[in-house]
């Protein structure tokens, strides 16, 4: 079997811009600013767990567009809270994200099962 990392390495933004576009989206990026509050502490482990169907691959495709090195997000946050706060530019699009989507990868595994 093989993986193709480029999948889970660096995503990209364009998962979270399909969200961003959307008729509804509710503006969480507030989020991204208490995260980057906590960056290089004691406090940097966070977890994201919501119940179901609430909100989790938004937030996680929210945090890769906004950390990861491989886009630039820049245009599409500055709009938004985040854009607004001291902290915006410090850690946007700076850091190597690995995006690892459970469900996905799940589904994947199974099917070269059969």
């Known amino acids: 079997m093989r993986i193709v990392i480029g999948r889970f390495l660096n995503p990209g933004n364009s998962a979270f811009l399909v969200a961003l576009n959307s008729k509804i989206y509710v503006d969480k990026t507030n989020l991204l600013d208490i995260t980057n509050d906590v960056i290089d502490t004691d406090d940097a482990f966070i977890c994201n767990s919501r119940p179901r169907r609430f909100g989790k691959s938004i937030t996680a495709n929210m945090?890769?567009?906004y950390y990861s090195k491989g886009c630039d997000s820049a245009a599409m946050f500055e709009k938004l809270d985040i854009g607004k706060k001291p902290s915006f530019r410090k850690h946007l699009n700076k850091y190597n994200v690995i995006h690892f989507d459970v469900p996905v990868?799940?589904?994947h595994l199974r099917a070269h099962e059969t």
């Open 63 to 65: 945090l890769s567009a």
């Open 105 to 107: 990868s799940y589904t």
